[in-house]
């Protein structure tokens, strides 16, 4: 078996994720209860609004810490992957698997991102939308055609899997976008529960704050291969971990391509970790051979390491 944890993005969010975990196993409560985001994760993830937990300042952490959780029971359990990779934030969970980085910086990073990607966008009307039913290069020509009318940004965001792409930016130009690819024979155009356009132009101002931020962070040594959001790929020669973050934020998620990558070089089972089944879907419709178990509760977890232990 060639083995691989892949961590969830925003969207997933849920109200009381993690309260399950939290009660029954004490030693992942050190986690919930780590104050480097700078407020309290296990208040917002168990007792908040899903209004409030959307708030991208409190998704990314909380998101991040549900992650860490399950790695950390897994990892007790002897089960660890061959690869790592995360849909956006969750690069940041793949990251900490690998060593890369421990709870506190992981926290520290994720709440200064969320509040950037938040404050840099604040006041503008802006959307994301799941295409679902067109091609890349469809989409692409969407967002072109919806730009050129004047009504503002739009551009690809995420390449989720074959047949599904976000696009986001400015609110009537995501709409004239949306109505383009209905248009071009888009099955759906499906509103995201998010509060930022992410991974677009509009977070430009935001990766150059984090690139300042990161040049503080402290990094390990990375134990287990990352494939990463802005190159599908492994790190290469010349290139940082730190330049892919900071680039990550503004350019789309590849994560189509990371699944195809994982393909290729023999994963055949991945374990999804965060609430929701969103990654399972994409690797269903990207490569339906590899077997997925998507653990967002104790009964998945617990089921899932007993077919991984079998």
Excluded: W
């Amino acid at each position: 078996m060639s083995l691989a944890f892949l961590y969830a993005g925003q969207g997933s969010q849920k109200e009381k994720m993690g309260e399950d975990f939290y009660n029954t196993y004490p030693q992942v409560q050190e986690i919930f209860d780590n104050p480097s985001a700078g407020f309290n994760i296990a208040d917002i993830c168990f007792n908040a609004s899903l209004e409030t937990l959307t708030k991208t300042k409190y998704t990314q952490p909380c998101m991040a810490a549900f992650g860490a959780a399950v790695t950390k029971l897994l990892f007790e359990k002897g089960i660890k992957p061959d690869y790592t990779a995360g849909l956006s934030l969750g690069e940041y969970g793949a990251l900490y698997a690998a060593g890369v980085f421990d709870v506190d910086t992981m926290l520290e990073l994720l709440a200064y991102r969320g509040k950037v990607m938040e404050e840099t966008t604040a006041g503008l009307n802006t959307k994301m939308v799941a295409v679902i039913g067109l091609s890349e290069d469809e989409v692409r020509e969407a967002c072109k055609k919806a730009q050129n009318t004047g009504l503002g940004t739009v551009a690809p965001a995420n390449f989720n899997s074959v047949g599904q792409t976000v696009i986001g930016g400015a609110e009537e130009a995501v709409a004239k976008a949306s109505e383009i690819c209905a248009e071009m024979g888009a099955r759906r155009c499906l509103p995201l529960n998010v509060s930022a356009p992410f991974h677009t132009p509009y977070m430009e101002e935001a990766s150059k704050l984090m690139s300042k931020k990161l040049k503080g962070a402290k990094f390990g040594d990375m134990g287990i291969p990352v494939i990463h959001n802005a190159t599908a790929d492994f790190l290469q020669s010349g290139q940082s971990v730190a330049q892919l973050l900071e680039i990550q934020i503004k350019m789309p998620v590849l994560f189509q391509k990371s699944i195809e990558k994982l393909a290729e070089i023999g994963v055949d089972t991945v374990v999804e970790i965060g609430p929701g089944n969103a990654i399972s879907g994409f690797i269903k419709k990207t490569a339906p051979g590899i077997k997925v178990y998507s653990i967002e509760d104790i009964e998945s977890f617990e089921g899932a390491v007993k077919a991984l232990e079998a």
